[in-house]
């Protein structure tokens, strides 16, 4: 029972560096989303005060968005911060809400960590193809699907240590 000790702790340690990780890129997520607020303030001001808008904003305001929006995923699980709708599994036994919960989380999982890999084959033909890059201001596409691909990661990781939690709560009932 020893190595069960240690793979305990490991996976502990394991989980806390994840769950930091995460808090950085909601941090991260954040200044995106200030990034795309200033950017679209000041491209109005710059349209309608001086008939000059901001060559790619709308290019850039879309990039912005894909960290805004994926970067703070992981971070949301942590924080059980998701919408979810449980007024029906609430009419449930607890046992068998424990056992919706390990579904869900082993769905969540399966579906985010396809998106992760699928996400990544796309930046690596991204980064062979020619001709990828935004058409206002030539921007490469690679780096923002890796941010997706990276930011699903992170929430499969958070998933699946929640499907670990999830199992070890149905075994205890």
């Not at 200030?34 to 001001?45: C, E, H, K, N, S």
């Amino acid at each position: 029972m020893v190595w069960r000790a240690k793979i305990t702790k490991i996976a502990s340690r394991v989980e806390s560096g994840v769950i930091s990780t995460n808090k950085i890129m909601a941090y991260l997520a954040g200044v995106a989303l200030i990034g795309m607020m200033l950017l679209t303030v000041a491209d109005v001001i710059g349209r309608y005060l001086f008939s000059k808008p901001i060559r790619g904003t709308y290019e850039l305001v879309g990039f912005l968005l894909v960290g805004a929006g994926s970067l703070g995923l992981g971070y949301c699980q942590v924080k059980k911060a998701h919408i979810r709708v449980d007024f029906l599994l609430q009419r449930f036994p607890e046992k068998v809400r424990a056992i919706v919960t390990v579904l869900a989380n082993f769905l969540g999982f399966a579906a985010f960590s396809l998106l992760c890999w699928r996400c990544v084959l796309y930046a690596q033909y991204y980064i062979s193809a020619t001709g990828n890059a935004t058409d206002t201001l030539g921007i490469p596409l690679f780096p923002f699907v890796v941010v997706l691909a990276v930011g699903t990661g992170m929430l499969a990781l958070i998933l699946l240590f929640d499907l670990g939690h999830s199992i070890a709560k149905v075994k205890s009932k």
